[in-house]
């Protein structure tokens, strides 16, 4: 009977891997825990004495659709002087996932394709598919760029929407200015919309992050306080593109979200002061010493952000899920690139942990690479 009532759609809808591998180590003693893609720093200090005094000060009611409009405003205006856009549009979400889950429904319908590069965060597929639309993914291997060439062929008259994620989970890749530009360039033509999930812009190392909403206001940006801020289970995100989009994702937003929390948009208004500099200092050093410690023994293109690396597994293994069962039995866990994309060949290590793990799981990494 129960069968009866579940809607076909969740067919299409997969548990997820990375949660898998949480669950996993809770039922390992002392486990290296390199899989989740957790900031380990805490939320600004600023943010919770301003959680703390809404609470105290009754601001626990809803707050607009759009977000509580100082910090919108807030948002809007150093959106708008930071890509020289002045209509540009922003609302407040409930995380960045609710952002992307907002975008893709409204834009999506029942046929409708969308392109999605490979390797993707794993939310990318499943959101497509609730939707409505078909997946239609754009092989990126070896490096992991971006090739407008690949993109372009990939056009049909049934595309409706182009995701791209820069820096990206789970490569650490971030995409160039001109590859960028030559993809929205060629979005723009054909009628496409281009959705940037740009969680990780506050995380680059090598350089600014370029955004392809520089290239062309129509331009949907999804982004958030998760990985920035330490503030992923506080749930504040926001989304920044035309008008005419955005007032559609906040009538969708009524009858789902409502808002984002009340008391966490005051702390996010907050959280706006913080000096955040020393948590990407201590990122990229972590960046250096996996680079360091990994490139002797794997294949591994480096990445330029984020906190992830994405290694090629040894050759004697037949799958990155047989290496990553591997490396459980040495109390490692890493997520096999099944996870994140069609081929099995490589897997995810997470360097935002503690140094003492991280060397302890960079060591198992170079023993079974040796083995």
Known sequence: ??????????????????????????????????????????APEEAKEAAIRAVRAGHSRYTL???????????????????GQPERELMVTSGSAGGLTLALCATVEPGDEVIIPDPYFVMYVNLVHLAGGTPIFVDTYP??????????????????????????????????????????????????????????????????CVSPAEFDP????IDGFSKSHGMTGWRLGFAHGPAALIAEMAKLQQFTFICAPSLVQH??????????SAHLATSKA??????????????????????YAFPKIPSRFASATEFAAEA?????????????????THF??????????????LEVLRCLARA
């Open 1 to 42: 009977m129960v069968r009866r009532w579940i809607a076909s759609r969740m067919s299409r809808i997969e548990a997820s891997g990375i949660r898998k591998a949480f669950e996993l180590a809770q039922g390992l003693a002392d486990p290296i825990d390199l899989s989740i893609g957790l900031p380990d720093f805490d």
């Open 65 to 83: 659709t759009q977000g509580l409009p100082e910090l919108r405003e807030r948002l809007r205006e150093e959106v708008r002087t930071r890509l």
């Open 143 to 208: 490096d992991f760029r971006l090739d407008p060439d690949r993109i372009q062929a990939a056009l049909t008259s049934r595309t409706k929407c182009l995701i791209l994620n820069s820096p990206n989970n789970p490569t650490g890749v971030v995409a160039g200015a001109e590859e960028l530009r030559a993809i929205v360039d060629r979005c723009r033509k054909a009628g496409v919309l281009v959705l940037s999930d740009e969680v990780y812009r506050s995380f680059c190392f090598d350089g600014p």
């Open 218 to 221: 129509n331009v949907l940006v």
């Open 267 to 276: 702390a996010g208004l907050a959280a706006l002061e913080a000096d955040l």
């Open 286 to 307: 972590r960046r250096d010493r996996v680079v360091a410690a990994l490139s002797h023994d794997y294949e591994l293109t480096p990445p330029g952000g984020a906190f």
């Open 328 to 344: 459980v039995r040495h109390r490692l866990l890493i997520i096999p690139g099944s996870v994140f994309s069609r081929r099995d």
């Open 348 to 361: 995810r290590l997470s360097h935002a942990v503690p140094t003492e793990r991280l060397e302890r799981g």
